[in-house]
């Protein structure tokens, strides 16, 4: 095993390509640390969850390799996936049984968990989601957040070394959402790697240590949250009440994509002294309130890597 060097997920080149031609990804080389919450961002129809299903051994590559603890797969998948939890689309669930009974089935299926010690197992994984006082309803009356939260809670009966979640706090409420990146970040420091998928850049600005952004199939980038988001150059942002007249000198001075609000200006800062634009606007007689850079968010670096805006539908 070479998880130190390779990290928890490790690709090369990895490529799928369907029938018909349709190349879902495209030489993916990608590396998650041990110990990360790894983000992986892109736009519907990217390839990220085709990914995934790779990773687990569920879609057989074209081409290329992936490691997952240090193990090939799909070829080792059997010694592999006893170690991860997953979430991938949705849950699968009987609706005529109750969460409760759901979990107990999960357990069951599992030739490693101790039949003795299963029911315990099951209550502490609904305390650990939040859904203790629904384990008696039947899965079927569960709204789409419930089924989610019940999904994770299957992915943590037992302790795991990597836990992938695709779109994790999808159809949660905010406080939902809060409760599962408090769980993220609790179970990364017991020493859980996460990977998970998210439209959200907010999330991953917020739970996530590292991100890769992928766009038509192929990695655009990887790396340190913290890192990718200074790639991006932040906002210059001006606060005055001669917005419209700001606009002007500002596109002048050679600021790019310059919006005018009521009181504020944006754009994009020039190759130059930010003090001589600033006295440039003074000059021409703008009362400036509020002058400086914005720094730039996941967001600004995704849109600057990809040229495109960010899905939100998923």
Do not use: W
């Amino acid at each position: 095993m070479d998880e130190g060097e390779g990290g928890v997920i490790h690709t090369r080149g990895l490529t799928k390509r369907y029938r018909g031609g349709q190349l879902a990804v495209d030489g993916l080389d990608l590396t998650v640390p041990a110990g990360s919450v790894f983000g992986f961002l892109g736009p519907n129809g990217s390839g990220k969850t085709t990914t995934i299903r790779m990773l687990m051994g569920l879609v057989e590559p074209t081409s290329g390799t992936a490691r997952v603890l240090g193990h090939a797969v799909p070829r080792s998948s059997r010694a592999v996936l006893p170690r991860v939890g997953a979430l991938i689309e949705g849950p699968a669930l009987y609706g005529f049984l109750t969460g409760r009974d759901n979990l107990l089935r999960y357990d069951a299926a599992d030739p490693a968990a101790d039949p003795r010690t299963r029911r315990a197992r099951v209550a502490a994984a609904l305390d650990r989601v939040g859904l203790t006082a629904a384990a008696g309803k039947k899965a079927k009356a569960y709204s789409l957040g419930m089924k989610q939260r019940l999904g994770l809670a299957a992915a943590l009966l037992q302790p795991r070394e990597l836990l992938v979640l695709d779109e994790p706090t999808n159809g949660l409420d905010p406080q939902g959402m809060r409760e599962i990146r408090s769980l993220v970040r609790e179970l990364a420091s017991d020493g859980t790697t996460v990977f998970l998928s998210s439209h959200l850049l907010d999330e991953i600005e917020q739970v996530c240590t590292h991100a890769a952004v992928m766009a038509r199939g192929r990695l655009v980038t990887q790396g340190a949250v913290a890192e990718l988001a200074a790639g991006a150059r932040g906002r210059l942002v001006v606060t005055t009440p001669d917005a419209g007249e700001a606009a002007r000198v500002l596109k002048e001075q050679g600021v790019g994509d310059v919006v005018a609000d009521e009181d504020r200006v944006t754009g994009d800062p020039p190759e130059r002294d930010l003090a001589e634009v600033n006295a440039a606007l003074v000059t021409a007689g703008v009362r400036v309130r509020g002058f400086g850079l914005e720094r730039a968010s996941l967001e600004d670096a995704f849109v600057a890597l990809t040229g495109e805006g960010f899905d939100v539908a998923g």
